[in-house]
């Protein structure tokens, strides 16, 4: 037998994460803003302090090099040369943007600040007397404006500006962007539309968008506009389908199966839970359940990594989850925690917000290295050594979507609904919640997800009756609540423990979720993964790699009896846990 040493990074074997019954009836929160979350943790600050200043940096160079940047000036005809990159590449530079905008309602920074100020001055000189804004189409095909909806992401790029428009306005509260996007959206629902034209989006993303515009504004034609997007889809008596590759093949409505491009499939989830949250749209709920347990049950692999296939950057046949050759693009784990976020707060059952939590920890993390300037575009489960992070890619969907998503992870730490509050992602925080009976300060203190240990102090204002609700994760098999020393009996409902009283200054609730190494097997249909067990921890699944183990671990065995004991090593990887155990050879 040989000693094995397994450290967290991609997580080798493919398993499937099943979610409990859904909950009884929907139940609406609200996430707490993450500008009151304050995180001070020892595994996401540094992390954080990557994004902000190499993540950003290392975008804002290649959006350079790459001349997405110059496209916007050429366009606005201020400087000579071709479009360079992709039809798309316009959604890279607003990504990068949203992203600042995030990291800089954390923390201003007004040279950061200034050098987005001037991108925007050219992105606004960009766009044309109608409202039009696209670099390529304005520069290269300008007589194809609206042609190819299919594949041109005419559509895509406008949402991503949309989305970029808010964020920096509410960062900032500068508004040429918003304006800039405003008049986008406005000449774009004057050509679609109900008596105009019939046609949808074929890589979805502006429906979200145009949500998140309505929010803003509380114009009632924004959300009149991602309705007609999203109603359209799929209706072959009205317009030319785009098939099943956009999700385009039934109506939303009929729709109880995942299929085709995972990134456009998470987004279009997304918008169509945001339209069901505001409208309580039960149907449209019911058949989003549908697809999570399509998705969850049979085509996720252990890391919440989703689509499996590099053919179509999507889903197979169900159970189709290869190791070498997994796609699990950056992109759909982000699309794939920003959806389980949403169908967490539409429902507050707490298995959406434990897919929430392994897409983020081990399927969109993975993504970006910890210096926070390389990147993933794919992540497979297994690898002859041969994957590495690259700086760049020509496609950049994946660093630019990183870029945006982790500043703001401060947003999915803590919900509320009613005089409720309930607990999301566990780190080491200090937040200001609001509830109906008064403002509360919580102090978390843990080394989640490295300890089990989780210690949350109370400060309400005054004496304040209220709900405090621990996620208990489905990973987690026992756990202990104490209240000022007190064990707590309550029980496990829908993935929460509620602790209903009333709560004085200096309350200690103390949460512990014990995290032995788990040996995890995939479902017998998983043929790839037949003979094969995983490894977890706490939410965190871990890999075998060569560099800890002698060299080649490919052949290695683990018997079921082996012993497996954990270590706390500082000086790897910027500390971890690792497990070690005895393997054949």
Not at 65 to 77: E, M, P, Q, V, Y
Not at 300 to 328: K, R
């Amino acid at each position: 037998m040989s000693a094995i040493r397994i450290l967290l990074a991609l997580g080798l074997p493919v398993c499937l994460f099943a979610g409990d019954a859904a909950a009884d009836e929907p139940q609406h929160l609200t996430p707490v803003p993450f500008p009151q979350v304050h995180i001070d943790d020892t595994f996401w600050n540094p992390r954080l302090r990557a994004n902000q200043t190499a993540t950003i940096a290392a975008n804002l160079r290649q959006c350079e090099i790459t001349g997405r940047l110059k496209n916007f000036a050429s366009a606005a005809k201020q400087a000579e040369g071709k479009h360079q990159g992709f039809l798309f590449n316009d959604s890279d530079v607003y990504k990068v943007i949203e992203g600042i905008a995030y990291s800089l309602t954390v923390k201003r920074d007004p040279e950061l600040e200034k050098r987005v100020d001037a991108v925007i001055d050219q992105i606004a000189a960009a766009q044309q007397p109608d409202g039009y804004l696209n670099t390529y189409f304005t520069v290269v095909k300008p007589e194809e404006r609206w042609k190819g909806l299919a594949h041109s992401h005419e559509l895509y790029c406008a949402g991503h500006l949309i989305e970029a428009g808010v964020a920096y306005y509410q960062a900032t509260g500068k508004d040429k962007l918003l304006n800039v996007a405003k008049k986008f959206t406005d000449y774009i629902i004057s050509v679609f539309g109900p008596g105009k034209r019939i046609e949808t989006s074929g890589h979805e993303e502006i429906e979200l968008a145009l949500i998140k515009l309505y929010h803003l504004t509380n114009e009632q034609k924004y959300l009149d506009q991602a309705r007609f997007f999203l109603e359209v889809r799929g209706r072959a008596e009205q317009r030319k389908l785009f098939g099943e590759y956009a999700q385009d093949h039934k109506p939303i409505r009929e729709q109880d199966e995942v299929t085709g491009h995972a990134v456009r499939a998470m987004y279009l989830y997304c918008a169509i839970a945001d339209l069901a949250a505001i409208g309580g749209d039960k149907q449209l709920m019911a058949n989003l359940e549908k697809i999570w347990k399509d998705v969850t049950e049979r085509r996720m692999y252990i890391t919440g990594g989703i689509g499996s296939s590099a053919s179509n950057e999507g889903f197979t046949v169900p159970y189709d989850l290869p190791n070498d050759a997994a796609y699990c693009e950056t992109c759909a784990a982000v699309g794939m925690a920003l959806w389980n976020h949403r169908m967490f707060l539409m429902t507050g059952d707490g298995k959406y917000a434990d897919v929430l939590e392994r897409a983020v920890y081990n399927g969109l993390l993975s993504g970006v290295s910890l210096s926070g300037d390389r990147f993933f575009y794919t992540n497979p489960l297994a690898s002859t050594g041969k994957h590495q992070r690259a700086e760049w890619f020509d496609c950049a969907c994946c660093p630019t979507n990183v870029v945006r998503y982790v500043p703001g992870i401060g947003e999915r730490m803590y919900a509320t609904r009613d005089n409720q509050i309930y607990t999301v992602l566990y780190a080491a925080n200090t937040s200001d919640v609001t509830v109906p009976s008064g403002k509360v300060k919580i102090k978390q203190d843990t080394h989640y997800p490295w300890e089990e240990n989780i210690l949350l102090r109370l400060e309400p204002e005054m004496p304040a009756t209220f709900g405090l609700n621990l996620r208990i994760p489905g990973w987690c098999k026992e756990f202990a609540v104490l209240v000022n020393g007190e064990k707590h009996t309550a029980e496990s409902k829908n993935g929460f423990v509620r602790i209903e009283r009333e709560w004085k200054k200096g309350d200690v609730v103390e949460l512990k979720l014990a995290m032995p190494v788990q040996r995890v097997h995939a479902d017998p249909n998983v043929k790839a993964d037949v003979g094969r067990v995983a490894l977890q921890r706490g939410p965190l699944v871990y890999c075998l790699e060569g560099i800890g183990n002698n060299g080649s671990v490919r052949s290695l065995v683990l018997p079921p009896d082996s012993k497996l004991t954990t270590s706390w090593e500082k000086d790897t990887l910027g500390g971890v846990v690792v497990i070690c155990g005895q393997a054949l050879s």
